[in-house]
């Protein structure tokens, strides 16, 4: 069975610094696609970064990029020079390629940036 | 870009009252769409895969007599909240699965935030 783990609840930065989200995840489905999500107050889903299981290099989104170590099954994101409009929630994302490609999501990271 | 409509954004009823939520791909094909629900602080919880033509997918401890999930189409997939009642208040978001793009990610509606009175 699929599982993601998040393990920060919450997470502080300095407005200007980088800043890393923990993720980590199980399957047993070599073929999986691994996705950060941010979540504002407002509730809507926005789609960040995407790796594949089978990428050999890190994903990278402008700001963002995602830390994929593979055999540690581990999918950090790390978002460079944070603003303010960075603050939101912060969901780790797990699909499985067979099986109905669901998607499960983390526990989630309140991100607050500090002016 | 590809876009997910989810329509009523907020609703507001009585107890006993069955709710539908719409949830449109409005420029690809959905073979596939998801209903997730969260609660507020807590992630989303899958509660069923919407697969067009056939029965939907429920996952485990969802009831499907109480959450009626119909995809009629390759760009519409309702749920129907039946006999609402106030455990039943959460944001409700679902999300399309374009079958054209191979491992992209999945295109999240807006939500719909349930109150029950």
């Known amino acids: 069975a699929q599982k993601i783990t998040q393990t920060q609840p919450g997470m502080f930065v300095q407005e200007k610094e980088a800043v890393t989200l923990d993720c980590t995840y199980d399957?047993?489905?070599?073929?999986?696609?691994l996705f950060w999500y941010k979540q504002p107050s407002s509730g809507e889903m926005i789609f960040l970064i995407y790796q594949g299981s089978y990428d050999q290099q890190n994903a990278t989104e402008g700001r963002y990029s995602l830390n994929f170590q593979k055999a540690r099954k581990s999918a950090n994101l790390v978002i460079s020079a944070s603003q303010l409009g960075d603050s939101a929630m912060y969901f780790c994302a797990m699909r499985e390629d067979t099986g109905g490609f669901k998607t499960i999501f983390g526990a989630g990271t309140r991100l607050f940036v500090k002016a | 870009g590809a876009v997910v409509s989810q329509h009523p954004s907020r609703v507001i009823c009585k107890s006993g009252t069955s709710v539908k939520i719409e949830c449109r791909s409005l420029d690809f094909q959905a073979t596939t769409m998801f209903w997730y629900r969260q609660f507020p602080k807590q992630s989303l919880m899958l509660m069923a895969t919407?697969?067009?033509?056939?029965?939907?997918?429920?996952e485990q401890g969802v009831e499907k007599d109480k959450f009626l999930i119909n995809h009629a189409s390759l760009t519409l997939s309702t749920l129907t909240v039946t006999s609402a009642h106030p455990e039943d208040s959460s944001f409700y978001i679902c999300s399309a699965r374009d079958s054209g793009q191979g491992s992209r990610p999945q295109h999240f509606g807006d939500g719909t935030r349930l109150s029950i009175l």
């Open positions: 919407s697969n067009e033509g056939s029965k939907a997918t429920y």
């Open positions: 399957t047993s489905d070599p073929s999986y696609g």
